[in-house]
Antibody
Framework: EVQLLESGGGLVQPGGSLRLSCAAS????????MTWVRQAPGMGLEWVSG????????YYSDSVKGRFTISRDNSKNTVYLEMNSLRVEDTAIYYC????????WGQGTLVTVSS | DIQMTQSPSSLSASVGDRVTITCRAS??????LAWFQQKPGKAPKSLIY???NLQSGVPSKFSGSGSGTHFTLTISSLQPEDFATYYC?????????FGGGTKVEIK
């Protein structure tokens, strides 16, 4: 059974930093693209970032490019999202999902950016 | 970026109704289109990938069709557990993009 478990969310002031983690199990992690998607309160889904399985190519939405960094550790079956220079508008539930077609999702972790 | 336009944004339907949701892409995306169901307070759940392929464990009352720029999700006979918000998503090009969602409510 595929499982994705996010952690690392919390309350942070504008301009601050957080690192999210997503621990994966139940599939061959290194073979899969991993994706971060977020959902602001009461809003729709927004793709944030993705990373390929073996060559670690990375992709970012314009809204986070230059502030967020995605990475992965295939030995730990974990993908990370380093978030810097956080803004109020980054407040959202952050989900990780596998592949670009997002077959499986974690339960999400809440990031709140507020002073 | 590819814009995904879903319609309607909301609908009211009765148990047993047949419901169809439409998703249009601003340019051709072949069949690289997925559909998701999201219930309040829960993570989205994948229903369909590659426009018409049912994910494992998803009941056959859900079906998808289309290619290019025009896609549909149909629920053949709406049940109480199907009242939720539905999203389409294209994965032919980065940035991946979602439709705005369709909220299916009880009439």
């Amino acid at each position: 059974e595929v499982q994705l478990l996010e952690s690392g969310g919390g309350l942070v002031q504008p301009g601050g930093s957080l690192r999210l983690s997503c621990a994966a199990s139940g599939f061959t992690f290194s073979s899969y693209v991993m994706t971060w998607v977020r959902q602001a309160p009461g809003m729709g889904l927004e793709w944030v970032s993705g990373i390929s399985g073996s060559d670690h190519n990375t992709y970012y939405s314009d809204s986070v490019k230059g502030r967020f960094t995605i990475s992965r550790d295939n030995s730990k079956n974990t993908v990370y999202l380093e978030m810097n220079s956080l803004r109020v508008e980054d407040t959202a539930i952050y989900y990780c999902a596998n592949e670009v077609r997002l077959d499986h999702w974690g339960q999400g972790t809440l990031v709140t950016v507020s002073s | 970026d590819i814009q995904m336009t879903q319609s309607p944004s909301s609908l009211s339907a009765s148990v047993g109704d047949r419901v169809t949701i439409t998703c249009r892409a601003s340019q051709g995306i072949n069949s690289f289109l997925a559909w998701f169901q999201q219930k309040p307070g829960k993570a989205p759940k994948s229903l369909i990938y590659e426009a018409s392929n049912l994910q494992s464990g998803v009941p056959s009352k859900f079906s998808g069709s289309g290619s290019g720029t025009h896609f549909t999700l149909t629920i053949s006979s709406l049940q109480p557990e199907d009242f939720a918000t539905y999203y389409c998503q294209q994965y032919n090009f980065y940035p991946l993009t979602f439709g705005g969602g369709t909220k299916v409510e009880i009439k």
